[in-house]
């Protein structure tokens, strides 16, 4: 992702997990006080972190049922099995699989947002027509929300940033609504992304509008767009847009936050429909699909390989990608491959958010702040070394890391630090499987198909 997105919004949860299962390795056996000890850790690590006292009870009771019955697997050790379960069952939590976009067999497909006032839906709209584009879809933005006076231009001025027409009129919400998808079958666009009126709270009037607007426009998917900011309150307004609307799933908005993730481990469990999309910055590139099982990964300390990948698929240079996964996949990663793929880093966030992805990071690492700006000065050290260093750090002693500091304007303080911190990555993604999580992705590409027809909305 282009953002952190199990990044500060999660820190604190991770942190909790990984304390409970460091004391579980280090167990034998595990009896059933045993198991029951860690339930107890993790029910109150969830509560502390704003998720819903349904969700909590339900994950917890699954995890019960199979850590104290007939499952553990002869082939781990308990701990590990009881590690597998939890992994498991929050991604049951968080949704089980991600959901599928499929498109209508007769063009447009429409698709409905709703929320609150605030909670990032027109922003959100954009970012959405962006991702369809990627897809190879040709979308149009309907400005419905006529209620705050700046909504259609802001959505004019995010449109054009996507490059995505966008259609309004100043009537009524429910006639630009049916009119935007008219002109979508006018000007042969097949996705409509239909913007609708927010309020600071749920009322009858709002509700009121946005069921007019859907019965107008027969969306093939309603995504109602969530602040995850506001915890586990965002199920009390997913239920209520529920009731009216009939979600097909959420959109959470500033997930990039320092909230404690509450409702992104609460909606699905509650509300029964899963989240669909996550927002993660500001920009219209950060906005990926929801993926319960990466989540669930990051969420656990488990790092995050495949999305790692796919940001670099899809940002990097085409070559430079190839030569990084070469030498992953050969084992061989050195400074000259990490001077080359620096480039191409700054295209994908935060450096922080991305060594979060990778799996086995240590606290201490996965937790600093580093300063993107310092990438000059990395960049400078490591073109302060000679061919050879680069190739084989460890040819690097005390007299060579005064002569590269000196040549890069730097301290030999901050050049131990890059070489400590370059050894940990490349240590982690030699022995972690990088390489081979590339050739399996690359695999599992080829045998993806899917269906082109919609969930049995709209004929």
Known sequence: MTGTLAGSMFESLTDRFEGIFT?????????????EEVLR???LALLEAD?????????????????TGAELSKSLSPAQQVIKIVNEELVTTLGGENLRITYAPKPPTVVLLAGLQGSGKTTASAKLARWFKQQGRNPILVGADLQRPAAVEQLRVLGSQASVPVFSEPSDPVTVA??????????????????TAGRLTIDQELMEEV???????????TFLVIDAMIGQAAVETA??????????????????GDARGGAALSVKEVVGKPIAFASVGEKLTDFE?????????RILGMGDVLTLIEKAEREYDQDAAERAAQALQEGKFTLEDFLEQMQQLKKMGPLSGLIGMLPGVPKELRNAQIDDRELGRVEAIIRSMTPKER????????????????????????VNLLLKQFKEAQKMMNQMGFGKAMQRKKAKKGKKGGRTTPKGKRP
């Open 51 to 67: 998720v819903n006292f349904r969700a909590v009870r339900n994950l917890l009771d699954r995890i019960r049922e199979r850590a």
């Open 391 to 414: 190739q084989d750090p460890d040819l690097i002693n005390g007299s060579r890391r005064q002569r590269i500091a000196m040549g890069s304007g730097t301290t030999t303080s901050e």
């Open 178 to 195: 049916k009119k935007g998808v008219e002109e979508a079958v006018r000007v042969g666009r097949d996705v409509v992304i239909v913007d």
């Open 23 to 35: 004391r579980l390795r280090g167990k034998g056996r595990l009896s059933e006080e045993d198991v």
């Open 289 to 297: 699909p929801f993926h319960p099982d990466r989540m669930a990964s």
């Open 239 to 256: 239920e209520a847009f529920h009731q009216t609307l009939e979600l097909d799933g959420v959109i959470l908005s500033k997930l990039d």
């Open 211 to 221: 069921r007019r607007i859907s019965e107008a426009t027969s969306p093939h998917y």
């Open 41 to 43: 850790e993790i029910r």
